[in-house]
C-alpha cells in the first residue's frame, strides 16, 4: 500500500502575512502523481489561504498535470488561527508561524498515493520541519513524511537526506523510524522495475552530530537493507533520540518512480535551529534622545550606544513623518549626534525615532523608538486666494484667469520674530491636473515683511478640458483654504422660424405661474452671437444672456439684442418690461383627441402607404359632343349625373345618345380647367339593348389613347379600365362600331385620379413608449398620445421628398402626459413635442438622456462625455420646462448671423453652419399640414379644420 497522505510543517517568521511557497518536481509522468480523477494530488494548508493557478479554493491546490513542474504559490496566512513557536537562532530567539502542510489524494482511498515532490521556501526565511507520528503509523493513521530526492535519470539508484532535530526542550525519547512503501520482493532478480530486490536493495543509514558545533559524528544505526512491501512497513532498531543532536537519515538506491514514506518519531524543528542563546553581553547596546525646537522646526536626535569589545558602531536613525532628510546614518561610541538634524514637516506634531545599532562583528539590534511632540508654533501670517476676473458660476473653456495669492502680515503672534525678513516658497497646484498657466513647485517666493498684506499672481491659466478644479496653494508652511473653479462649455440654443414663451401652464384654468430664460450671448463686432430667437422673447420673469430677433443684425429699433423682447422684469443688456401675465396653452392631452381618427389597436407605427383611393374628378368638368339626340334631353352632362341604367324622362336626363346616324363619327369629350391625374376609369353603355356601343377609342390630350370593347349592354354594369397615370386636361371617347345603331351614347362616364395619402391618424398609448426611431411617410398626418413617459431613442423624422399638395405634407405630434427623455445619440426628431405635468410630476422634456440603455439622469461630467453631438428640432417644443442639455459647442465658437442647418426637398443637410447645441426651427411643414389633432373649438371629425383661406408668400425680414 502506498501513502495516500502526507505531513510537512512551513515555519515562517512572523514579520510576515504571506510567503511564497514551492513544491518542486510536483507532477511525474507517471501515474504516481496524476493517477485520474480519484488521486490527483491536493495540498492543503491549515490556517491559511492560496493564490495562484491551481487555487480550487481558499487553504487548498489540486495538482493536475502530466509532466514535472514546480508550483510555486503564495500562501496567505490568518495570525488569529494559526499557531506561533520560537526557534533559538545564532542571533536569538526568533518567533514563527507554525503552519501545517498536508498532501493528500482527492478521495484519500488505496491504492491511490502521493509521490515525488519536495518542499522549498521561495520567501527567505522560511523553514520546513516535518509532523509528528506515533512509532508504527499502521494503516489507518495515514500521517507520512515525503522524502526528497536528487536529480537522477531514472531506474535505481535514487539517494535521499533527511536532516531534522527534536525541540531543544524536549525530553531524550527511544523509539524506531518506520519506513512504508518499500516495495521489496526477496529474491535475486527484479520481478517489477518499480520493485526492489535482493540484488537492488534500498538501505537505511542514521547518523547524528553536535546540535551547537555541528561536528562528533556519530553512526546512530545501519546501514541496512529495507525489507516490507506495499502492506507492511520496515523499521530501525530503538534508536535513542535527544535534544542536543541533528540527525540526517539517508536513504540509498531508491526507485525513481516509486516512494518511499518515513515516519518520523515526534514533532521536530528545523535543523538549522539552534538550543543555545547568544553569549551574554556580545550585543551592542544603545538608546535615542530627541529633542524639537518648536520654533525653527529642527528636530534634534542623538544616541547613547556602545559594543562590549569598546568597538565603535553604526547607528541609523528614521524619523516618521519628518521632512528631509528622513533617515541619517552616524558611528560612533559614547554619546553622539547624527550628523545633522532633521527638519519638522509642515503638518506635522508628533515625531517617532527608530532605528537599529550595529557593532564591527556585524550583529544588529533594534534600538527602542523614542517620540517627541513638536507642533508649529502659532501663525504669523495667512494666506487666501482669489481670481481674476471674480468667478462664480464658472468660467468658459480656454478662456483665461489670474490667480491672485493674497498674504496677509498684518497678525501679530509670540513667533512672529524668528520668521521676519525670511524668504518662503509658493507652491500652487490643480486636482485633478488638467490646468495650463499653474505655476510649479516653488515657482514662487514670498519675502515676509512684518504688518503688510502682499499679493502674488499666477497668471493666464485656463483649460480645454471642462472638469471642476480645486486649486491649493501653500506659501511657506501656510496652506491657503484650496478653492474650486468649474470651467465649461458654454453651450447655446438658436431658435428660428417662430417665437419663445415662457410663463404659464396647460388648460383654460391654468395658474400663471412663472418662467424665465437664460443662455449663453455676448456682443461680438458685427452685432450679437449666441443664444437667441429669430422672432419674439417673451418671459414672466428675467431674460439673460439670451437675444431676439436674431437675424436683423441692423441698427433699428427692432435690432439685438431685446428688439422684440417682453420680460416682466428689466435687465440691464437683455430684459424689457411689459407688465404681461401668464398664457395658458391647449391642454392638448385631453381636448385635442379626435375618436374619428383613431387608430386600431393593432395598427402598424409608423404607418406605412395603403393602396391608393380613387376619386371621380369627372364632374368638375365641362362636357362636349359630336350631336345629341332630340326629343328627351339626352344632353352630354348627362355622362356625370350619378344616373344609369334607365331611359331619361322628362326632367331626368340619365344619358346620353348621339344623332349621327350609323355611319357619322361619333364622340363626346370631358375637359378641365385645370390638369388632372387620371388612373382609371368606369364606362357605361346606354340603358336599352338597340344601341351597343361595341368598340370605342378613349383619347388623352397628352396623346395617349385606349380601346375599350364590349362594355356590357344592360347600363347598368360598368366597363372599368384601370392604366398607368397620366397628367391631362381633357379626355375623349370616340365610338368606332356602333353596331348598326344611329343613336349610340354612354349611361355614365367616370375618370378617377388615384390617392396614396394615408391622411390623419391618432395613436393612443398607455404606459411608457420608447420609440427608436422611424420616418413619417408622405401624406400621413399622426398623433401620438402617450399616457406615461416617452424615451426616443433615434432619429424621428419626416419624409422629405417632394409633395403636390398640402394634403402630401407629413405631420408629426407627440403629446405626453408625463416627461420626453431624448437619447444622447439622437441628433433629428421632426414635429410637435408636448410634455404635460400628470399631476405634481411630467412635464418636462431632457433633450439628452441614456435611452438605449435606459440609465439615470446623467450627472455633470457624464453630460461632458455623453451629449457632445448637435440636436436639430424641425418644429417647436412644449412644456413646463426644456432642459437643453447638450454640450457641442460653446459661446466662444458662435458666428454672427448664424442661419439654421435645414434640409432641402431631397432630404440632404446642407453644410453644418450653426455651432448651437440645439436648434429648434419652426419650419414651413408645421403651419402648412393638415393637423392630425382638433383644437378645442374645432368638431370631431370635421377634415377641412385646418384650411387655410389663402396662402401668400412673402420675403423673411433681416
Wanted: aromatic share 10%; with cysteine.
Amino acid at each position: 500500500m502506498d501513502a495516500p497522505r502526507q505531513h510537512v510543517v512551513a515555519y515562517v517568521p512572523i514579520t510576515l502575512t504571506s510567503f511564497d511557497f514551492r513544491i518542486e518536481d510536483a507532477c511525474d509522468s507517471t501515474v504516481n502523481d496524476n493517477n485520474g480523477t480519484n488521486n490527483n494530488t491536493f495540498f492543503d494548508f491549515s490556517a491559511a489561504s492560496v493564490t495562484g493557478g491551481y487555487s480550487v479554493g481558499p487553504g487548498t491546490i489540486r495538482v493536475e498535470c502530466t509532466s514535472g513542474v514546480d508550483l510555486i504559490l503564495t500562501v496567505n496566512i490568518d495570525p488569529s488561527i494559526v499557531s506561533t513557536t520560537t526557534i533559538q537562532t545564532s542571533g536569538g530567539p526568533v518567533s514563527y508561524y507554525e503552519l501545517p502542510i498536508t498532501a493528500r489524494t482527492e478521495t484519500e482511498l488505496n491504492p491511490y498515493y502521493v509521490n515525488r515532490f519536495r518542499y522549498d521556501g521561495a520567501t527567505g526565511g522560511t523553514l520546513f520541519g516535518f509532523a509528528a507520528t506515533n512509532g508504527n503509523p499502521g494503516t489507518n493513521t495515514q500521517l507520512y513524511t515525503g522524502i526528497a530526492y536528487s536529480n537522477a535519470p531514472g531506474g535505481w539508484g535514487w539517494d535521499t537526506a533527511l536532516t531534522f532535530a527534536l525541540e531543544c526542550t524536549a525530553p531524550a525519547v527511544t523509539t524506531s523510524i518506520f519506513f512504508f512503501d518499500t516495495d521489496h520482493v526477496n529474491a535475486n532478480s527484479s520481478s517489477s522495475p518499480y520493485w526492489q530486490n535482493n540484488l537492488q536493495p534500498m538501505r537505511w543509514q542514521l547518523w547524528s552530530y553536535d546540535r551547537a558545533t555541528g561536528g562528533d559524528q556519530r553512526n546512530e544505526g545501519g546501514p541496512s537493507g529495507l525489507g516490507g512491501d506495499n502492506n507492511q512497513p520496515d523499521a530501525t532498531p530503538l534508536i535513542n533520540f535527544t535534544s542536543d543532536r541533528i540527525y540526517q537519515l539517508v536513504i540509498t538506491n531508491v526507485n525513481y518512480v516509486n516512494s518511499i514514506q518515513i515516519a518520523l518519531p515526534l514533532k521536530q524543528i528545523h535543523a538549522k535551529s539552534s538550543c543555545n542563546s547568544p553569549p551574554t553581553g556580545t550585543n551592542p547596546t544603545g538608546s535615542f534622545s530627541m529633542t524639537c525646537d518648536p520654533g525653527t522646526g529642527v528636530i534634534n536626535v542623538t544616541v547613547t550606544a556602545s559594543d562590549a569589545d569598546g568597538g565603535n558602531v553604526t547607528v541609523t536613525a528614521n524619523v516618521s513623518g519628518a521632512g528631509v532628510p528622513p533617515s541619517r546614518t552616524a558611528s560612533g561610541s559614547g554619546t553622539f549626534g547624527m550628523g545633522g538634524t532633521f527638519q519638522r514637516a509642515p503638518d506635522g506634531s508628533i515625531y517617532t525615532v527608530t532605528g537599529t545599532v550595529t557593532d564591527d562583528d556585524g550583529v544588529t539590534v533594534d534600538l527602542r523608538p523614542v517620540s517627541v511632540t513638536c507642533a508649529r508654533p502659532a501663525i504669523s501670517y495667512t494666506c487666501r486666494l482669489m481670481t481674476n476676473p471674480v468667478i462664480t458660476a464658472g468660467i468658459e473653456v480656454g478662456s483665461p484667469f489670474d490667480l491672485i495669492i493674497v498674504i496677509d502680515r498684518s497678525l501679530s503672534s509670540i513667533y512672529e520674530l524668528p520668521i521676519n525678513n525670511t524668504t518662503h516658497p509658493i507652491t500652487v497646484g490643480d486636482s485633478p491636473p488638467g490646468l495650463s498657466g499653474v505655476g510649479p513647485s516653488a515657482g514662487y517666493t514670498y519675502t515676509a515683511n512684518p504688518g503688510s498684506v502682499t499679493q502674488v499672481t499666477d497668471g493666464g491659466i485656463s483649460s480645454n478640458t471642462p472638469n471642476t478644479y480645486t486649486i491649493a496653494a501653500r506659501v511657506g508652511d501656510v496652506a491657503c483654504p484650496p478653492i474650486q473653479i468649474i470651467i465649461g462649455l458654454k453651450s447655446y440654443l438658436k431658435i428660428y422660424g417662430g417665437d419663445v414663451w415662457a410663463g404659464g401652464g396647460f388648460g383654460e384654468a391654468c395658474s400663471a405661474g412663472s418662467g424665465g430664460v437664460a443662455g449663453w450671448a455676448r456682443p461680438n463686432g458685427q452685432g450679437y452671437a449666441g443664444a437667441s430667437s429669430q422672432f419674439t422673447l417673451t418671459a414672466l420673469l428675467n431674460i439673460n444672456e439670451f437675444y431676439s430677433v436674431s437675424t436683423r443684425q441692423i441698427p433699428e429699433n427692432t435690432a439685438p439684442p431685446k428688439g422684440l423682447t417682453f420680460a416682466n422684469t428689466t435687465a440691464a443688456e437683455y430684459g424689457s418690461g411689459f407688465g404681461g401675465t401668464g398664457r395658458c396653452m391647449i391642454d392638448y392631452y385631453n381636448e385635442t383627441k379626435d375618436s374619428t381618427l383613431n387608430a386600431a389597436a393593432a395598427a402598424p407605427f409608423p404607418p406605412s402607404t395603403p393602396p391608393p383611393t380613387y376619386t371621380d374628378v369627372a364632374p368638375s368638368s365641362s362636357k362636349t359632343a359630336s350631336s345629341t339626340l332630340g326629343g328627351y334631353s339626352y344632353s352630354p352632362e348627362a355622362v356625370t349625373d350619378g344616373l344609369y341604367g334607365v331611359a331619361p324622362t322628362a326632367g331626368n336626363k340619365g344619358e346620353w345618345a348621339s344623332n349621327g346616324g350609323a355611319n357619322n363619327v361619333t364622340w363626346i369629350r370631358l375637359t378641365w380647367t385645370t390638369p388632372v391625374t387620371l388612373s382609371k376609369m368606369d364606362i357605361f353603355d346606354r340603358s336599352n339593348l338597340t344601341d351597343w356601343v361595341r368598340t370605342a377609342t378613349v383619347t388623352f390630350s397628352d396623346g395617349s389613347s385606349i380601346v375599350i370593347n364590349d362594355p356590357p349592354n344592360d347600363g347598368e354594369t360598368p366597363l372599368t379600365r384601370t392604366f398607368s397615370a397620366r397628367s391631362v386636361t381633357w379626355m375623349q371617347l370616340t365610338i368606332n362600331d356602333k353596331g348598326g345603331s344611329s343613336n349610340t351614347g354612354f349611361g355614365e362616364v367616370r375618370a378617377y385620379e388615384a390617392s396614396t395619402t394615408i391622411g390623419k391618424v391618432q395613436y393612443n398609448i398607455s404606459g411608457n413608449w420608447s420609440p427608436s426611431g422611424f420616418t413619417i411617410p408622405k401624406g400621413a398626418q399622426v398623433a401620438v398620445y402617450v399616457d406615461g413617459d416617452a424615451y426616443i431613442g433615434g432619429n424621428i423624422t419626416l419624409d422629405p421628398s417632394p409633395r403636390t399638395s398640402r394634403k402630401e405634407i407629413p405631420y408629426f405630434a407627440l403629446i405626453v402626459r408625463g416627461n420626453i427623455y431624448i437619447d444622447n445619440n439622437v441628433t433629428q426628431i421632426d414635429g410637435l413635442y408636448v410634455a404635460q405635468p400628470n399631476g405634481a410630476s411630467g412635464g418636462r422634456i431632457y433633450t439628452c438622456f441614456p435611452v438605449n440603455p435606459l440609465g439615470n439622469k446623467y450627472t455633470l461630467s457624464e453630460l461632458y462625455n455623453n451629449c457632445q453631438t448637435q440636436l436639430s428640432i424641425n418644429g417647436a417644443l412644449l412644456a413646463d420646462k426644456v432642459r437643453f442639455l447638450r454640450v457641442f459647442m460653446s459661446l466662444k465658437d458662435a458666428t454672427f448671423n448664424e442661419l439654421p442647418n435645414f434640409a432641402n426637398g431631397s432630404g440632404i443637410f446642407r453644410p453644418r453652419i450653426n455651432n448651437a447645441a440645439e436648434i429648434i426651427n419652426y419650419t414651413p411643414e408645421m403651419y402648412l399640414a393638415d393637423r392630425p389633432f382638433k383644437l378645442p373649438d374645432e368638431t370631431a371629425g370635421d377634415t377641412d379644420a385646418s384650411r387655410y383661406d389663402a396662402i401668400t408668400g412673402l420675403p423673411p425680414i433681416y
